[in-house]
């Protein structure tokens, strides 16, 4: 049976905005406040799209979800009809409004953790939507994430959902950005890394070692194809928020910062004993600073296998900007490595609030029959994407203050754009506001 990898990126609404709400996050809180461009930033993301699908891969993507999220704020005792929600915490609670309005599910990352059919007891393809209990404005996006993933995978003959984890901090989830999946070929039995996080001087760890090992479970995953190993506090404390900023794992090769682990030998013998195939491709600090990867996000780049077996990274501009990061990618690809082609792309709208190539896309490995089951309006090609487009340059705004979220027009704006987005995807009543 053949298999593929599937990215799935979030289709970047139209309340995007820098409100910095990300505690941990340096470029959310470097540019709270500055103007943003729904607009610019969704033609990012799905040229982004475009780029992976030209490489031969399978691309997908998630709806954003609706903002401002209305239900909270009835949850939190503001009543009356839309508008007067939005008056009433305005003229209370504007930063709960802000966390409201966030278009953060944009980071498909942390939708979710993964486990294909070839690694699970039951042969299904195993999804559990992260909690994000870290951040309130991240958290309240599950339910709804849950809800997608459903929407898009179907076939219960094929897909298992589990709930989001419960306990909230205690079972902290991140999803996929504290996760990799290495294999010899994506239909191999694979092995997955999960990396937990311990509080750091300056920020707390988002990931629980009981969270990844929860996940590991539900999904019927064997001991002996996990591994867990801890994040460094250096990594966490110089900006690293998740894991996915200073490391990627994908088939044969670990791509990291030397400083990632928190004990790199002891976690690099575990890796190798249980993937005795893996590259471990790494960043020495002398060449590349924490402060320069966090920068230019070098590890949040998406590591592709291409359809004739070698490796691509897709990395943001900003990676191309660096002199030293630059000078690091240009000797990992000349080395003899799976790594041999570098793909820069603009995604500064994403980067600029925290989020680079990698947190905007969600691994799925799927069989013929798992791709052909799966909602094709979310498997693109070209013509879809183009429909994407107009839908984006129809409905989104080219600029957005924090103080735009005041305006209750900003959220009939936003509403009339997912309910467009609906009637093109066919999804029906699917979102709160729409009930």
């Known amino acids: 049976m053949t298999y593929k990898e599937y990215n799935f990126d979030g289709l970047i609404g139209p309340t995007h905005n820098y409100a910095g709400l990300s505690f941990g996050n340096l470029a ?9 461009n729904p607009r610019e930033a969704a033609l990012q993301g799905l040229q982004k799209m475009r780029s992976a699908m030209e490489l031969g891969l399978g691309q997908g993507f998630l709806p954003p979800q609706d903002r401002p999220h209305l239900k909270t704020l009835r949850a939190l005792g503001f009543s009356g009809a839309d508008t007067q929600v939005i008056e009433k915490a305005v003229a209370t609670e504007p930063q709960l409004l802000a966390n409201c309005y966030a278009a953060s599910c944009m980071w498909t990352a942390n939708a979710g953790t993964v486990a294909p059919s070839p690694d699970t007891q039951d042969g299904k393809v195993h999804f559990t939507p992260a909690n994000l209990a870290a951040n309130f404005h991240r958290s309240i996006e599950a339910d709804t994430t849950a809800r997608v993933l459903e929407h898009l995978f179907d076939d219960e003959n094929m897909f298992v959902h589990h709930p989001p984890l419960p306990g909230a901090m205690h079972f902290g989830d991140e999803g996929a950005a504290n996760h990799g999946r290495l294999c010899e070929q994506h239909g191999d039995a694979g092995i997955h890394l999960f990396v937990y996080g311990e509080d ?32 460094s506090k250096a990594a966490l404390d110089a900006g690293a928020f998740h894991n996915d900023v200073v490391g990627v794992a994908n088939g044969t090769v670990l791509f990291l910062h030397e400083q990632s682990f928190s004990d790199p030998k002891a976690a690099y013998a575990s890796i190798r004993k249980a993937a005795p195939f893996v590259e471990i491709v790494e960043a020495p600090q002398a060449e590349v600073s924490l402060e320069d990867c966090i920068k230019s996000y070098l590890f949040n780049s998406q590591l592709l296998t291409l359809p004739g077996g070698e490796m691509a990274l897709l990395l943001p501009t900003e990676a191309e900007e660096n002199p030293r990061v630059k000078a690091f990618v240009d000797d990992t690809v000349a080395k003899n490595n799976p790594i041999n082609r570098v793909i820069y792309k603009n995604v500064r709208e994403s980067m600029r609030n925290g989020g680079g190539p990698a947190c905007l896309r969600l691994r799925v490995v799927l069989s013929e029959q798992e791709a052909a089951a799966t909602n094709q309006h979310f498997i693109l090609n070209e013509e879809k994407i183009g429909k994407l487009e107009a839908w984006v340059n129809a409905h989104y705004r080219d600029r957005v203050m924090p103080d735009d979220l ?9 509403f009339a754009a997912m309910q467009a987005l609906t009637d093109l995807l066919g999804m029906g009543a699917f979102y709160d506001f729409q009930r």
């Open 28 to 36: 959310s809180a470097t540019n709270a406040g500055a103007a943003s």
């Open 200 to 231: 750091g001087e300056r920020f707390p760890a988002r990931q629980k070692k009981r969270a990844s090992e929860a996940v590991a479970r539900n999904h019927q995953l064997a001991p002996k194809s996990t591994v867990f190993v801890e994040q």
């Open 406 to 414: 005041r305006d209750p027009e900003f959220m009939t704006e936003s």
